[in-house]
Nanobody, 127 residues
């Protein structure tokens, strides 16, 4: 399976942006998908995740109430809607997938649980 992240760009603080993660070579409904980000000089950070065969989602504390993950299984695409962007949201955003089903959606916040990774898309937020 391949994951292709897209939709990044340069925006101003307070703007909105929607990232897409297109899944090919597999059926999206079978995959748990997470978004992670990594800023220069910082460790990779969990952003949001959606569990397979479920409507359950989870979001990182730093993006709760601003970012929303969603999936469209018919389009084999997972989205990350980002509102009220801040300069500290600047990072490369990666989507990742796993076929393993975990009991709780919180398990999907752990990047080590993912087997498939996309190439990343850069989001830059200017102040």
């Amino acid at each position: 399976v391949q994951l292709q992240a897209s939709g990044g760009g340069l925006v101003q603080a307070g703007d909105s942006l929607r990232l897409s993660c297109a899944v090919s070579g597999g059926t999206l409904r079978s995959y748990g998908v997470g978004w992670f980000r990594q800023a220069p000089g910082k460790e990779r950070e969990f952003v949001a995740a959606t569990k397979q065969y479920s409507s359950e989602t989870t979001h990182g504390d730093s993006v709760k109430d601003r970012f929303t993950i969603s999936r469209d299984n018919a389009k084999n695409t997972v989205y990350l809607s980002m509102n009220n962007l801040k300069p500290e949201d600047t990072a490369v955003y990666f989507c990742a997938g796993t076929l393993t089903r975990y009991a709780g959606v919180w398990y999907y916040s752990d990047s080590s649980r993912y087997n498939y990774w996309g190439q990343g898309t850069l989001v830059t937020v200017s102040s």
